[in-house]
């Protein structure tokens, strides 16, 4: 999978920032995220990239845990009634949507949920969706 995503992040400054962003948010204190009405961590990370959460899930999206959408491409929608898990598992999920949607590349649930599996979040739960290595 990390293979698949290589040629592509390749000249695009942006995505590069993006995983570099989600490293440390992978090696941050998990203590100062303990509940999404305390997210400065999270704000904070996304903000070093340009992006915005909103801690709200408006009716547009496809379910009720979060989204992305490129009418906003600078923000990403997550429930704040998320456990801890579930909340790191969809920010970094959305921001897969997000490196997707900044390189140009078409929209992809699967790939989204393997973002966030090689970054050590839940493994994908989509049928026919394979584990990362």
Excluded at 62 to 78: E, K
Excluded at 97 to 125: L, W
Aim: proline residues 7%.
């Amino acid at each position: 999978m990390i293979k698949q995503w290589k040629p592509y992040l390749a000249g695009f400054a942006s995505a590069l920032a993006l995983v570099a962003v989600t490293v440390a948010l992978v090696g941050a204190n998990f203590g100062a995220f303990a509940a999404p009405h305390k997210a400065d961590g999270y704000d904070a990370i996304a903000k070093q990239i340009g992006l915005t959460i909103t801690w709200k899930v408006p009716p547009t999206c496809d379910n009720s845990y979060g989204c992305f959408t490129p009418l906003t491409p600078d923000v990403i929608y997550v429930s704040p009634n998320l456990r801890q898990s579930e909340t790191y598992r969809i920010v970094l999920h959305e921001m897969g949507h997000v490196m997707q949607y900044r390189m140009g590349m078409a929209q992809n649930e699967c790939k989204a949920d393997q973002f966030a599996e090689i970054f050590m979040a839940q493994p994908s739960t989509l049928a026919n969706c394979p584990r990362v290595n």
